[in-house]
């Protein structure tokens, strides 16, 4: 069976729904086609500079800075293009979704005290944008591993929270898919639907082979094929080949299987080079995530300068014991990478205000998020919490499932370098030096999983493919998580909050716009 269109996108992600919708509403014939029975999308927040906002020279130090930040290995004019495009990507989504009235970034009704996002309303099923983390890059901007002076210029991001989880931008996605197919007829969505290979006509790509129900199809782009298939982190042997760091970690998703790389690459399209960015991260099993606290693994010992920051902490536990705990993959039931204990006691509360990230969360608050403690917990997914309270230390250790006499060794070490006021064992500085003495006891078993490998297929500015020597192959694009070159980095840099997902909706765009020109 043969299907004839203007674009073919396969995958209906945070790239791929935005990249058909988009095309869809221009006019073109769209056929978007999804392996799954639903629009697939993962993560809760996506940003956009704000170009009204920023200076120009405000956004030309954003760019040096993150690609500082990605071991100067970031395909710069990406960056740039991100800067140029993503404001018009996110105001789109937000509104095609029902989520704002305005298609353009506005002084309308507030986020919250530091944004402006037009007039926000709730979709009337609950799902709404619930806080904003959007920043202005000004001045001296300083996180817990570098410094950057952007001086006098300007560069505004905002990022809008979708939620309250367990509702995602997976939800926002559907919402849109739905409303725009409402008003396109030359949109076409096949789920269940699976990408097998790519057709090409010459160098051309013209199409792709699917499979559905156990019967081929072919569907023609006439002008191109965008995919948009998300990342590869459960195509073991790919994660082994490309990004090894995450091999021994647990993966948050599913279904992530790098069938757009192999399609592209089969086409001829080339891979960025080994070291490929991943995210890594777990905010979900305590409401505090990257304060100082002493760090115990999980033969109860200390490890780590706990000023690294939890977001790079990945790396450092590649080298830390595997614990057989809730939610391991299928591949790691021997017990996976990733996990550590933050500890601390009662007396947080009297520590200075600096001393946390998002500021002190007071006891009964906290307490909300033991497990078990109430029903429906805001904010986080119930499964995942992980928080404990006890009033000795050999309770919480047999909470958290480490040996106490470890522990406890670690622990009067640590309050004696505590109490001494210089850390001998790794250098935290001393202000985060807090001794841990005051029962009751907190702890929180952290599962540092892969959020995303955000890697993939060298592209250019325009998320065309490229071949090993740099040559575009014609029809063919690559949006998301199957497209390289925009990081490049061993970490996804977390200086801008929602930077993946805004990303994906700007390069979702920027190739429905260029296939159809």
């Known amino acids: 069976m043969n299907k004839r269109y203007d674009i073919v996108v396969v995958g209906a992600g945070a790239s791929g729904v935005v990249a058909a919708c988009v095309a869809a509403e221009h006019g073109a014939s769209v056929a978007l086609i999804q392996k799954e029975a639903t629009v697939i999308s993962q993560g809760n927040c996506a940003s956009a500079i704000i170009k009204s906002r920023s200076t120009e020279a405000g956004i030309a130090k954003w760019i040096h800075h993150t690609n500082s930040l990605c071991n100067w290995r970031c395909d710069t004019k990406q960056l740039r293009a991100y800067a ?27 986020v919250d005290s530091n944004a402006d996002c037009g007039t926000l309303l709730n979709d009337g099923n609950g799902l709404f944008a619930f806080r904003s983390t959007s920043h202005d890059f000004t001045g001296l901007w300083q996180d817990r591993q570098q410094t950057y002076d952007y001086g006098d210029d300007h560069c505004y991001f905002m990022a809008p929270w979708i939620g309250p989880k367990p509702q995602n931008v997976g939800n926002v996605l559907r919402n849109v898919l739905n409303n725009v197919m409402g008003r396109c007829p030359n949109l076409e969505v096949f789920f269940n639907t699976r990408a097998r290979h790519l057709i090409k006509d010459g160098e051309k790509v013209v199409g792709i082979t699917a499979e559905n129900k156990g019967e081929e199809v072919s569907f023609y782009g006439t002008k191109g094929v965008i995919l948009a298939t998300g990342d590869y982190m459960n195509n073991e042997e790919m994660v082994r080949q490309w990004c090894p760091d995450v091999a021994d970690f647990d993966k948050k998703q599913f279904g992530k299987t790098g069938d757009g790389h192999l399609m592209a690459m089969e086409a001829g399209a080339t891979m960025e080079p080994v070291g490929h960015t991943k995210m890594m991260h777990d905010f979900d099993s305590a409401l505090m995530f990257e304060e100082p606290f002493l760090y115990l693994n999980m033969n109860g010992e200390r490890f780590t300068n706990e000023y690294t920051g939890f977001v790079y902490m990945g790396n450092i536990l590649r080298n830390q014991p595997r614990y057989r705990g809730r939610h391991v993959n299928v591949k790691h039931l021997d017990g996976s990478r990733g996990w550590y204990c933050t500890i601390y006691d009662s007396s947080y509360t009297e520590w200075p205000k600096g001393d946390f990230v998002d500021g002190m969360v007071p006891p009964h608050v906290m307490e909300k998020y033991i497990p078990g403690a109430v029903e429906s917990p805001q904010g986080v997914f119930k499964n995942l919490i992980d928080l404990h309270r006890c009033d000795t230390l050999e309770e919480l250790a047999a909470e958290l499932d480490i040996p106490f006499e470890n522990m406890k060794r670690s622990i009067d070490r640590y309050n004696e370098l505590c109490d001494g006021g210089k850390d001998l064992d790794y250098g935290k500085p001393q202000q985060y030096m807090h001794a841990i003495k005051q029962p009751p006891f907190w702890a929180a078993r952290k599962h540092i999983r892969v959020s995303s490998i955000c890697a993939g297929i060298l592209t250019n500015e325009n998320a065309q493919a490229i071949d090993a020597e740099g040559n575009i192959i014609p029809g063919l694009y690559c949006a998301g998580n199957v497209g390289g070159g925009f990081f490049g980095g061993a970490d996804y840099p977390f200086h801008h909050t929602g930077l993946s997902l805004g990303r994906c909706f700007t390069f979702g765009m920027i190739a429905a716009l260029k296939c159809i020109s």
């Not at 789109?92 to 704002?100: E, K, P, V």
């Open 84 to 110: 140029e495009h993503s404001e018009e990507a996110l105001m789109w989504y937000l509104n095609r979704a029902g989520l704002t009235t305005e298609i353009e970034y506005g002084d309308g009704s507030k």
